[in-house]
Structures are given as structure tokens and as C-alpha cells.
């Protein structure tokens, strides 16, 4: 003989049994538990020569949870940042405090807008002497930008990271004034990141830079590590980061950010205006010194 609950117990079993159907059935847009963290994301640059503002309009992120199909997080309007302002140590959020299912995530993909054809000006473009040119992102508003490291996001915690676009190796010029982005993306964890910042003596100023010139302290991977040019169509050692020393003003200060902790190679040069990511070139370097990042500090290097 079957019996029937009270109705009174079976009003107070129903919303439950709702609970425990929707947990097995998993939640959210990430990894499928129930389980949550949040995840905030902003972009910085390291300058390109030449140019007087690189805009480049992101419309989103998809992201790719590693047990799961990826999934879009979209803007409600599309995010216009002009990535040369952005060095230095200065960045700008693209996510903020988005919660998603905690676990790890296998890629991420920039969502980008870069009509090709028509006004320059009206999503992604570069600016140069004043003028605005076409800056076409090879696949980007197809594919986006993709970015294969991969990222875990703690439960019940915030995880950040700052995206570095290398302007000066992912800028191309191509005929017609029109120019290609082809990014050189670095994904930062910002709990694991420092900074390398210092001077330029005067006095080495004098000796190796004339008008015109170019100034740069160049940053490479590893204790020791023999400096070279920006040649990403070549096999040699590339810079992790560069940036440009205002000495035109007698400040001859640097500052590179978002260096993951570890240990570095640094080294300065005034040839940086020659320094053509096509091309190989011949720069000459002074100062080569092994320098240690560590997370939430700044290491001071003078040359």
C-alpha cells in the first residue's frame, strides 16, 4: 500500500528537492559546479614608435573552462581603449569582478571589433602623425585574440590578471597606410607580479645617445641572457618588455610593470627607434645586468 506524504511536509520537501535538481544539473557559465569565484582582467601596452594612439574596440571575452564548452561574456557596449596610453604600470579593467564557476580554464579569446574597409575611425584604428589609418586584426573579429595559457580561479576568492599587448612587436605596416595588428600577448598574474623601474645616468646618456634617438631599456627571460632586437619572424631570444627612457626631458626615468616574479635580464640602448620587429638589426646595448622580480615589490636598476 502506497502512502501519501502530509501535505504540509510535501509543500516544505518541494522547494529542496528543486535545490538538490538544480546543483546536479550544475550552474553557471564556467566549469559546471556549483562552486564560485570572480575573475577581474585589464589590459596594458608597452608603447610602438611612431604612433600616436592605437584603438582597438573589444566587444567581449569567450572563455573555455577545461571540463566544459566555452562561453562569451559580452560588454553591453563595445570598450574603446587606446593601448599606447596605457604603459608604465597603467592598465584599464575589462572585467571586473565577473563571478564564474571555480576551476580551471584552459583559454581565453578577446572579442574585438575590425571592420576593414570604410572609416577608419570606427572601431579599431591607429593614429599616426595625427591621422587615423585602418588597423586590421587578422581574423581578430572572427576569432578574436587568443590567449592559450591557463588560468585557475579559486573558489570563494578574486584572481586577476593584467593582458600586456607588445605594441612595438605586434604593429606592422602594410601598403596603402594601412597596418596590421598582429598581437604579442602576455597574460600577468597579478598576485605573482613586480616592477623594474631606475634612471639612466647622465652621464651614459651623453656617451651613447645623439639627437634622434631612441632610448629603451630592453627586458629579457633569465639570469645572464644575451640581449638582442625585437625579430619576431626570426628564432632568437625575444624581449619580454620594453620601454622607452624619457631622457628629451633630463628625466631619464624607466619603469617596466607587470614582470611576473623571477629572474631577468635587463639592458639599455638609445637604438630603439631602429629596432624593426621584421627585420634583424644590430643594437648595441650597455649595462647588461641580471635583475630578481619579486611579487608586489619594485626592483631598482640604474645604469
Not at 546543483?23 to 614608435?49: H, K, Q, R, Y
Amino acid at each position: 500500500m502506497t502512502r501519501k506524504l502530509p501535505t504540509g511536509l510535501r509543500a516544505a520537501l518541494f522547494p529542496l528537492s528543486i535545490a538538490l535538481l538544480l546543483t546536479a544539473c550544475g550552474g553557471g557559465g564556467g566549469g559546471g559546479g556549483s562552486s564560485t569565484g570572480t575573475l577581474n582582467l585589464s589590459v596594458t601596452d608597452a608603447p610602438v614608435d611612431n604612433a600616436d594612439a592605437v584603438w582597438v574596440e573589444f566587444t567581449g571575452i569567450e572563455i573555455k573552462p577545461a571540463n566544459g564548452s566555452s562561453f562569451d561574456i559580452n560588454f553591453a557596449s563595445p570598450k574603446r581603449i587606446n593601448l599606447l596610453a596605457l604603459n608604465g604600470g597603467t592598465a584599464e579593467v575589462l572585467l571586473d569582478g565577473e563571478i564564474l564557476d571555480a576551476g580551471t580554464y584552459n583559454w581565453m579569446r578577446l572579442k574585438v571589433n575590425a571592420t576593414q574597409g570604410g572609416d577608419p575611425a570606427d572601431d579599431s584604428y591607429i593614429v599616426i602623425g595625427g591621422t587615423p589609418h585602418e588597423l586590421r586584426i587578422p581574423s581578430g573579429d572572427q576569432s578574436g585574440l587568443k590567449l592559450n595559457r591557463p588560468i585557475t580561479i579559486p573558489e570563494g576568492n578574486t584572481t586577476s590578471f593584467t593582458i600586456d599587448f607588445d605594441l612595438r612587436k605586434s604593429v606592422h605596416e602594410r601598403s596603402g597606410g594601412i597596418y596590421h595588428l598582429r598581437p604579442t600577448l602576455r597574460l600577468v598574474d597579478n598576485s605573482m607580479d613586480g616592477s623594474l623601474a631606475g634612471s639612466v645616468d647622465p652621464s651614459t646618456i651623453s656617451a651613447e645617445c645623439i639627437s634622434g634617438d631612441k632610448a629603451a631599456v630592453y627586458v629579457f627571460e633569465g639570469a645572464g641572457t644575451t640581449p638582442d632586437d625585437v625579430n619576431i619572424d626570426g628564432n632568437d631570444i625575444e624581449p619580454v618588455a620594453t620601454t622607452p627612457v624619457d631622457w628629451a626631458n633630463s628625466n631619464n626615468s624607466y619603469r617596466v610593470a607587470f614582470l611576473e616574479a623571477g629572474t631577468y635580464t635587463a639592458a639599455f640602448t638609445c637604438d630603439a627607434g631602429m629596432d624593426d620587429p621584421a627585420a634583424e638589426d644590430t643594437l648595441t646595448f650597455v649595462g647588461t645586468t641580471t635583475v630578481t622580480i619579486n611579487a608586489g615589490q619594485t626592483t631598482t636598476l640604474n645604469f
